[in-house]
């Protein structure tokens, strides 16, 4: 379903409970409310890559069983809200090229399996402190660290440990 001008999620979705995949990218969706889902049990993957997406939520609950990745890569995200989410299995969400600030709130707490990519976002280095543990193990992801102790002109870094180091832009 990429590449066909959506502005909405289809409602024949909710007809669709053995769905595995969804490729819902490159339409003209500006917000994801994955409730919309709900009915997609055996959703595995769900991408929606380079959409006009601000905003992540679920306006109720949602379980899904079956989600493993969730990728929201390339759109203009300002705002991820996955309370009432529940994915017992997910093991990745993408959110590159965005336009977020801080990583999502309780992400690791409501997905301890799950690694968390955040790469081309706007996320400063002093929001990334908290995550030194998340970063050194590569659970959350902004940049691939380094074993340098400078970082470039306009970047400032995060310590993860004696030789590591993540720069992120300033």
Do not use: H, W
Request: charged content about 20%; overall charge positive; some cysteine.
């Amino acid at each position: 379903m990429d590449k066909n001008n959506l502005t909405t999620l289809p409602r024949n979705l909710m007809k669709c409970p053995q769905l595995e995949s969804l490729d819902l990218g490159m339409n003209q969706l500006t917000r994801l409310d994955l409730s919309s889902l709900r009915n997609t049990k055996g959703l595995i993957q769900l991408d929606v890559y380079g959409n006009r997406i601000t905003t992540v939520l679920a306006s109720s609950p949602i379980k899904l069983d079956a989600l493993r990745s969730l990728r929201i890569d390339n759109n203009d995200l300002v705002q991820v809200n996955f309370t009432g989410c529940d994915f017992p299995t997910i093991q990745e969400i993408s959110l590159t090229e965005n336009k977020l600030t801080n990583v999502p709130p309780n992400v690791f707490k409501q997905f301890p399996s799950a690694v968390v990519n955040l790469a081309r976002n706007s996320i400063p280095c002093d929001k990334l402190v908290t995550f030194k543990n998340q970063l050194t193990e590569r659970k959350l992801q902004v940049a691939f660290p380094r074993t340098v102790q400078k970082c470039q002109i306009r970047e400032t870094k995060v310590e993860l440990n004696n030789e590591t180091v993540v720069c992120c832009n300033i």
